[in-house]
Nanobody, 125 residues
């Protein structure tokens, strides 16, 4: 079992920045590919981006490319999402997810076995 706990969400003005963290436990963090997803009210969950086990490969959704950065610190069992130039359209609950495997990053939610409880990000205009 893998436990994931997100933190760092909050209220920010458009153009501002936030950094989300996801602390993992229960399994070697190096054995996990990780991803960030978000879900806005009334909308389906969508992928934000993902990262492979080493941090050497990342994928991003087009909507956040150039503004968001995924990184991981394996020594601290922690995944990060640095969000810059935030827009009201980024308002959502953000979830981190874990996939057991040493392959590349995954962009489909169905590929992930474990999910955090989510953290709210609200961007005001």
């Amino acid at each position: 079992q893998v436990q994931l706990v997100e933190s760092g969400g909050g209220l920010v003005q458009a153009g501002g920045s936030l950094r989300l963290s996801c602390a993992a436990s229960g399994r070697s963090f190096r054995s996990l590919a990780m991803g960030w997803f978000r879900q806005a009210p009334g909308k389906e969950r969508e992928s934000v981006g993902s990262i492979n086990w080493s941090g050497g490969i990342t994928y991003y959704a087009n909507s956040v490319k150039g503004r968001f950065t995924i990184s991981r610190e394996n020594a601290k069992n922690t995944l990060y999402l640095q969000m810059n130039s935030l827009e009201p359209g980024d308002t959502a609950v953000y979830y981190c997810a874990a996939h057991v495997g040493l392959g590349g990053p995954r962009m489909q939610g169905g590929d992930y076995e474990y999910w955090g409880q989510g953290t709210q990000v609200t961007v005001s205009s």
